[in-house]
């Protein structure tokens, strides 16, 4: 399906209203691959035992909530909070060799140096699961992104689809390892649900609380620093919050999600029949100007995202040590490559210099990468 083929819900009141009618709009289709796999990439994940029964993001009832509150514990303001100095060293650290490289005359790609190493780590440490070495780890993440969320034909489906299985394979066998322990996947063991399940609710767990707060971080770095005001704010934290909060309303790497009806029903005035897939925007039509809320780009109620805290912890922390340590940074290389999926969106890269090393040229334009469905 391509993204005219949803009915699309823009209005935040509405996105709000279908997301609060969970007897009337079901997530069940949320992770339901948007081109329908065909026979052979079906094959290959079919050889590694690969399922995705509904657990978390497309469960719903008592089940749902069950789960939710196991993982959530992992999660909790506390345990985010106390992970905030380790997400400082490691940001402070990690911009302090990118500004040795800028020093040096090198252009630089702070989404590999600053964005892609942080998040799976610190995932790692909250949940106490395995994490796998970060180039894979990136591999399988943005393929199964694609593979899910994209338009792929069918030999692409393959390559994607011998990712996806590489990856499920070494996540059951994590999750296996973890039978007895206290991670993340072994409480859920503990808690009664069984190999698939957890493999199903670790398959994009994994995804998410990485693979999205890095493509948060890339668009946060990519927007301030083509605004020379902003990067010079963000040296102060409140204003690097603020920053965060602003790109977070107005392009968030999450920016639709799907729903879909359980029987007729009406949404902001407009009668669908049940089964119609719906389109939820959740980034890019909410105004903050004093950046002091992002709306819905977490979501909303009973499957608002479990993560919302510590990707905006995240994000800010890394925005507000690069602007610390890279005051000369300067946007260059020209507009990106970007990741355009029905529910994802982000540059692909960062590339910066020190002011003075490109001949002075700044690349202030803002660029692609607006919010809405892109396809």
């Known amino acids: 399906m391509s993204g005219d083929d949803y009915h699309r819900v823009r209005e935040p009141r509405a996105v709000r209203d279908v997301l ?46 069950r789960v939710r509150r196991l993982v959530a514990g992992f999660f909790s303001p506390g345990k985010v909070s106390a992970v905030a100095p380790a997400v400082r060293a490691l940001a402070a650290e990690r911009a302090a060799a990118v500004r040795e490289r800028l020093t040096a005359g090198e252009q630089v790609d702070l989404a590999a140096e600053l964005a892609a190493p942080i998040p799976p780590t610190i995932m ?26 994209g338009w792929p034909g069918e030999a692409r489906q393959v390559e994607l689809a011998r990712s996806a299985a590489e990856f499920y394979a070494w996540l059951r066998s994590s999750v296996r390892a ?13 808690g009664g649900l069984g190999e698939r399940e957890i493999c199903s609710l670790g398959y994009f767990l994994v995804i998410a609380g990485q693979e999205t707060t890095a493509l948060l971080i890339n668009t946060v770095l990519y927007r301030s620093l083509r605004d020379r005001d902003a990067w010079a704010a963000c040296r102060e934290m409140d204003a690097a919050r603020a920053q965060v909060r602003a790109v977070i309303a107005t392009e968030s790497s999450v920016h639709t999600w799907r729903r879909r009806a359980v029987t007729d029903a009406v949404v902001d005035g407009v009668a669908l029949p049940a089964g119609a897939e719906i389109l939820l925007e959740l980034s890019g039509h909410h105004a903050v100007p004093d950046g002091s809320g992002y709306g819905l780009a977490f979501g909303h109620g009973v499957h608002r995202c479990l993560g919302a805290r510590l990707a905006e912890l995240e994000a800010g922390i890394v925005l507000h040590e690069a602007a610390r340590a890279l005051p000369d940074a300067i946007g260059s290389g020209g507009t990106p490559p970007w ?37």
């Open 20 to 65: 609060e009618r969970t007897g009337e709009f079901e997530p069940t289709n949320a992770l339901t691959a948007v081109v329908p796999l065909g026979p052979e990439a079906l094959r290959v994940l079919a050889r590694v035992g690969f399922s995705l029964p509904p657990v978390l993001a497309s469960a719903t009832g008592e089940a749902h909530l």
């Open 124 to 149: 790692a440490e909250l949940t106490g699961t395995d994490c796998p070495d970060l180039d894979t780890l990136k591999r399988w993440s943005q393929d199964s992104l694609e593979l899910f969320w």
């Open 178 to 190: 973890s039978r007895g322990g206290d991670s993340l996947f072994g409480v859920l063991h503990a």
């Open 339 to 375: 990741l355009r999926l029905l529910s994802f969106q982000a540059p692909l890269a960062v590339e910066a210099r020190a002011q003075g090393h490109d001949g002075g040229r700044e690349h202030a334009g803002a660029g692609a990468g607006t919010a809405g469905v892109c396809a």
